[in-house]
């Protein structure tokens, strides 16, 4: 029998600790993000914003030369990294992740030859945490046992399509089976594994198994809202917070926030920018800040 608990209010609240008054940036958590592609600018742009609205010290971003301007344009706080589109490959993230608590990979990287090479390596020869989603997702898939090929804690975040892809199971078997799926794909693999979608699941390979299914709203099915978790996520796992728990945490803070822009401005309406932009409202009404 699987044990279910409801990720609340309470758990968010022991996870993320409030920063000291003295404290520097480099105490309270860096990211290194390697985002983004041409043609896919916004994704990179999105996942960015929301880390930073979620309390990262700094933020660093490895992205392709050909979006460089639009991307430094929109988030003039982080360190960036450009470099040649026929180059992503070599990107030397070892020592561009140096004194970083976590590496985000993935959000509209695109998949070619390139981005599988940098991925691969990443997964294989990063010694901090990671957040792995969608394209870097769907270059594991293509090989799923190279998530065993290190000991990094790792998080992935897929929506149904792209679980189904990583377990080799059709869409509507990984529907009706979401949690058995993700808790064994979690324990085979030894990630956490983040189950977007309605009522989204949370499942780490000791077995634990946590659910949201009191917050969000349809309005948050629409591209980019999960470049916009996985910002989060990366950002509480960087600051130093336990991963899985940064994973719950990261599900709940995006879902409310997700049902403040619902307030504002429907469910029509809303987009995921929205949604970064209604995050320090989330945060404020948990009384974190």
């Given at each position: 029998?699987?044990?279910?608990?409801?990720?609340?209010?309470?758990?968010?609240?022991?996870?993320?600790?409030?920063?000291?008054?003295?404290?520097?940036?480099?105490?309270?958590?860096?990211?290194?993000?390697?985002?983004?592609?041409?043609?896919?600018?916004?994704?990179?742009?999105?996942?960015?914003?929301?880390?930073?609205?979620?309390?990262?010290?700094?933020?660093?971003?490895?992205?392709?030369?050909?979006?460089?301007?639009?991307?430094?344009?929109?988030?003039?706080?982080?360190?960036?990294?450009?470099?040649?589109?026929?180059?992503?490959?070599?990107?030397?993230?070892?020592?561009?992740?140096?004194?970083?608590?976590?590496?985000?990979?993935?959000?509209?990287?695109?998949?070619?030859?390139?981005?599988?090479?940098?991925?691969?390596?990443?997964?294989?020869?990063?010694?901090?945490?990671?957040?792995?989603?969608?394209?870097?997702?769907?270059?594991?898939?293509?090989?799923?046992?190279?998530?065993?090929?290190?000991?990094?804690?790792?998080?992935?975040?897929?929506?149904?399509?792209?679980?189904?892809?990583?377990?080799?199971?059709?869409?509507?078997?990984?529907?009706?089976?979401?949690?058995?799926?993700?808790?064994?794909?979690?324990?085979?693999?030894?990630?956490?594994?983040?189950?977007?979608?309605?009522?989204?699941?949370?499942?780490?390979?000791?077995?634990?198994?946590?659910y949201n299914d009191t917050l969000g709203n349809a309005g948050m099915a629409t591209g980019g809202s999960g470049d916009v978790l996985a910002g989060v996520i990366a950002s509480l796992t960087a600051q130093g917070f336990d991963p899985f728990k940064s994973a719950c945490s990261g599900v709940y803070v995006h879902a409310l926030a997700g049902d403040i822009a619902k307030e504002k401005f429907g469910e029509i309406s809303m987009l995921p920018t929205d949604i970064v932009e209604?995050?320090?409202?989330?945060?404020?009404?948990?009384?974190?800040?």
């Amino acid at each position: 029998m699987i044990m279910r608990y409801q990720i609340d209010k309470n758990l968010v609240k022991a996870t993320i600790k409030r920063r000291s008054h003295d404290a520097d940036k480099s105490e309270i958590g860096s990211l290194l993000s390697v985002c983004g592609s041409y043609g896919m600018a916004g994704a990179a742009i999105m996942s960015s914003k929301a880390a930073l609205r979620s309390g990262l010290g700094l933020l660093k971003l490895c992205v392709p030369r050909s979006i460089y301007p639009i991307i430094a344009g929109a988030v003039p706080e982080a360190v960036f990294y450009p470099v040649e589109d026929v180059a992503v490959g070599d990107f030397d993230f070892v020592s561009k992740s140096k004194y970083c608590g976590a590496i985000l990979v993935g959000c509209g990287l695109s998949v070619n030859s390139e981005t599988r090479s940098l991925v691969t390596r990443i997964v294989s020869e990063s010694g901090i945490p990671l957040i792995l989603d969608a394209d870097a997702l769907n270059i594991i898939a293509e090989n799923p046992d190279i998530l065993n090929a290190s000991n990094t804690v790792k998080t992935i975040t897929p929506h149904d399509r792209e679980f189904s892809r990583l377990c080799n199971k059709d869409i509507n078997e990984v529907k009706k089976n979401r949690e058995e799926l993700a808790l064994g794909f979690a324990k085979e693999y030894s990630v956490n594994v983040v189950l977007k979608g309605h009522k989204t699941i949370v499942a780490s390979p000791d077995g634990d198994l946590l659910y949201n299914d009191t917050l969000g709203n349809a309005g948050m099915a629409t591209g980019g809202s999960g470049d916009v978790l996985a910002g989060v996520i990366a950002s509480l796992t960087a600051q130093g917070f336990d991963p899985f728990k940064s994973a719950c945490s990261g599900v709940y803070v995006h879902a409310l926030a997700g049902d403040i822009a619902k307030e504002k401005f429907g469910e029509i309406s809303m987009l995921p920018t929205d949604i970064v932009e209604c995050l320090p409202e989330a945060y404020m009404s948990i009384r974190i800040c």
